[in-house]
């Protein structure tokens, strides 16, 4: 099982960028598709991205073209790069191992 840690929220002003990143152990990050989700409050998870072992990825509508999935699959480390961010972003961010493993969330505040 491969535990999951993300890092790199804050509070970020529209039109700002942040850089999320989610620290895996346990081994076996490399083999499986990683993702991100978010939660805002009062409403369900959406899946933000996803990115393949192979580096495959996939946006949702609502993120393409401002965000960026990555990983480094040496250092055991998935990111999100974020840009243009908008108030509407605005979530818990967490990432996923698989689809079965989940990490604690990292808190994104877009305000002025």
């Known amino acids: 099982q491969v535990q999951l840690v993300e890092s790199g929220g804050g509070l970020v002003q529209p039109g700002g960028s942040l850089r999320l990143s989610c620290a895996a152990s346990?081994?076996?990050?490399?083999?499986?598709?990683m993702a991100w989700y978010r939660q805002a409050p009062g409403k369900q998870r959406e899946l933000v991205a996803t990115?393949?072992?192979?580096?495959?990825?996939n946006y949702a509508d609502s993120v393409k073209g401002r965000f960026v999935i990555s990983r480094d699959n040496a250092k055991n480390t998935l990111y999100l790069q974020m840009n243009s961010l908008k108030p509407e972003d605005t979530a818990v961010y967490y990432c996923?191992?698989?689809?079965?493993?989940w990490g604690q969330g990292t808190q994104v505040t877009v305000s002025s």
């Open positions: 990115i393949t072992s192979g580096g495959t990825t």
């Open positions: 346990g081994g076996g990050f490399s083999m499986k598709t």
């Open positions: 996923s191992w698989g689809f079965s493993s």
